[in-house]
């Protein structure tokens, strides 16, 4: 247990709904990382928080935003949904170990898109 | 050119075997240096880290590091059936916030 929780752990919508996955970082981690992961994709950086502020974006689409809130928990919106979306969504969070900087991942939301 | 290449496998090898897993990279300026083992359906699971170049071992667990060919290692040895999963290499530059993935080799110990 990495000690990231992510809810719900299965999503089953249908094309053009919008739904919410909830992340809640390790203690002490003020650091959250959203990845999607599908099979053909592998592991895709889509945007990162610090203590509530975007820190990074990566492949992110429109479609989708981000926020982290004040006790830390980190939500991924995802609207107009397509097909496409169908994939695994991990978030992370990261720690100092001595001086470097690791990600403990959550066990993933799997999203499917009917 | 992708930041992070990794060979997709799949790689086969009996129970006991010694596996090899690489990576290669582009960007000079990473310096840490990750391994993640994932289990099917799994988030992936934090299995080395190493800083800069060189060697740090952890059980059956060797990473290497070889900055000046841009190539990092991952060793198992004597592997065991519990050890098939998918094994994602990582690295971040020491500025900026990204980490970057490899695609992941997957990776069956046969009995």
């Known amino acids: 247990d990495s000690g990231v929780t992510q809810t719900p752990k299965h999503l089953i919508t249908a094309t053009g709904q919008r739904v919410t996955l909830r992340c809640s970082p390790r203690?002490?981690?003020?650091?959250v990382y959203w990845y999607q992961q599908s099979l053909d994709q592998g592991l895709q950086f889509l945007i990162q928080y610090y203590n509530g502020e975007e820190r990074a974006k990566g492949n992110i689409l429109e479609r989708f935003s981000a926020q982290q809130f004040p006790d830390l928990h980190s939500e991924l919106n995802l609207s107009s949904l397509e097909l496409g979306d169908s994939a695994l969504y991990f978030c992370?969070?990261?720690?100092?170990?001595?001086?470097?900087?690791?990600?403990?991942f959550g066990p993933g939301t799997r999203l499917l898109v009917l | 050119q992708k930041e992070v290449e990794q060979d997709p496998g799949p790689l086969s090898v009996p129970e006991g075997a010694i596996v090899s897993l690489n990576c290669t990279y582009s960007?000079?300026?990473?310096?840490?240096f990750m391994w993640y083992r994932q289990y099917s359906r799994k988030g992936p699971e934090l299995l080395m880290y190493?800083?800069?170049?060189g060697n740090k071992e952890d059980g059956r667990f060797t990473a290497q590091v070889d900055k000046s060919s841009k190539y990092i290692s991952l060793f198992i040895r004597d592997s065991q059936p519990s050890d098939s999963a998918t094994y994602l290499c990582a690295m971040k530059a020491s500025t900026g916030n990204q980490f970057y993935f490899g695609t992941g080799t997957s990776l069956t110990v046969i009995p």
């Open positions: 203690s002490g981690d003020l650091s």
């Open positions: 960007n000079s300026a990473f310096q840490y």
């Open positions: 992370a969070s990261s720690a100092l170990q001595g001086f470097q900087e690791t990600q403990y």
């Open positions: 190493t800083y800069s170049s």
